[in-house]
Nanobody, 123 residues
Framework: VQLQASGGGLVQAGGSLRLSCAAS????????MGWFRQAPGKEREFVGA????????YLPDSVKGRFTISRDNAKNTVYLQMNILKPEDTAVYYC?????????????????WGQGTQVTVSS
């Protein structure tokens, strides 16, 4: 499985961005596609995940109400829609695949990773 994340950029606080994660290779319906972010000097943080089949979604409280995740199975692409962005959302955002289909919060559960895309939110 190969993942290609894109869509990052510079945005003002209160603005929106949509990140994309295009997947290639064998994608099983049971896989979970997750999003993480990592700010300088901080640990990688779980942002949310979606089950590839069925679309079951999990978002942590830290982003719930502002972020959402969707997928387009025909395009093998998962999206992270980020609204009402805050400066503290500034980080490199990564997409990842958990072949076990869990909604694990820890990066170690995810076997495949994209290269990351930078999101910078100015105040």
């Amino acid at each position: 499985v190969q993942l290609q994340a894109s869509g990052g950029g510079l945005v003002q606080a209160g603005g929106s961005l949509r990140l994309s994660c295009a997947a290639s290779g064998l994608i099983s319906s049971g896989y979970t596609m997750g999003w993480f972010r990592q700010a300088p000097g901080k640990e990688r943080e779980f942002v949310g995940a979606i089950r590839w089949s069925g679309g079951r979604l999990y978002l942590p409280d830290s982003v719930k109400g502002r972020f959402t995740i969707s997928r387009d199975n025909a395009k093998n692409t998962v999206y992270l829609q980020m609204n009402i962005l805050k400066p503290e959302d500034t980080a490199v955002y990564y997409c990842a695949v958990d072949p076990q289909g869990s909604f694990a919060l820890t990066p170690s559960a995810y076997d495949y990773w994209g290269q990351g895309t930078q999101v910078t939110v100015s105040s």
